[in-house]
């Protein structure tokens, strides 16, 4: 499909829903994506990425933005909390914000770097037993605590069960977040991005449709 195919899908879908395309951000999803075709993304002008893991995202994006300049780089896996160091130090967001251990690390770190990456609460809307994220009952506590360790929290992220509907999971994460204050939404990826602007996303997580097919590693 390719970048400008999607770009074109999300204005639309942002018209339909009478939102402005600035009120959505795109993020290119890299992750184990061969480097020509991140390369590509890149020399088209796009400068928003999505990775999974630490340790992939240590390898390839200092040279990358070496030679393309800053990108904002969002780190969508799970983090262990003994790579929340080096996260903090290459990412611009992690959104996979989970559990108070690790809310605890990201806050002293903060404090000695004097700067946080932002953060959004992942939240496992699917209460599926192989997926991070909090519960929907606990979102509530949960963002309590977030924000008294002066943490800069700025939205909701949910992945929906495979075989969901979605919009049901995306319209209750749009509920949680105005329940507490907060206007980030990053939700619906390369075959429901159109459901979850419709619903609200202020970022959306598109990988396949733009790289092709992810290789294995």
């Known amino acids: 499909m390719g970048l400008p195919e999607i770009e074109t ?41 999505g990775e999974n893991r630490v340790q992939e995202a240590e390898g ?7 030679q393309y300049g800053r990108c ?30 690790l809310a605890q690390t990201l806050a002293r770190l903060a404090q000695e770097r004097g700067a946080s990456p932002d ?3 992942q939240v496992n809307t699917g209460l599926e037993d192989q997926k991070a994220g909090v519960a ?13 360790l002066d943490l800069p929290l700025v939205g909701l992220m949910c992945i929906p069960p495979a075989e969901d509907d979605p919009a049901p999971h995306f ?18 990826m390369s075959g429901d991005f159109a459901a979850a602007i419709a619903q609200g996303a202020t970022h959306v997580r598109v990988g396949s449709a733009i790289f092709g097919e992810r290789v294995a590693v």
């Open 136 to 148: 929907p009952s606990d979102v509530d506590a949960f963002v309590a605590k977030v924000r008294a």
């Open 60 to 66: 390839k994006w200092p040279a990358f933005q070496a």
């Open 72 to 101: 904002d780089l969002h780190l969508i896996g799970p983090l262990q909390t003994n790579k929340a160091r080096a996260a903090v130090e290459l990412f611009g967001t992690i959104q996979t914000l989970d559990r108070p251990k």
């Open 171 to 188: 319209a209750a994460l749009a509920a949680m977040a105005a329940r507490n204050g907060l206007k980030g939404l990053s939700m619906g």
């Open 9 to 49: 899908r999300i204005t639309a879908a942002c018209a339909a829903a009478g939102r402005a395309r600035g009120d959505v951000t795109l993020i290119a999803v890299s992750k184990v994506q061969p480097l020509d075709r991140v390369a590509a993304v890149l020399a088209a002008g796009h400068r928003v990425f």
């Open 119 to 121: 953060v959004f609460v």
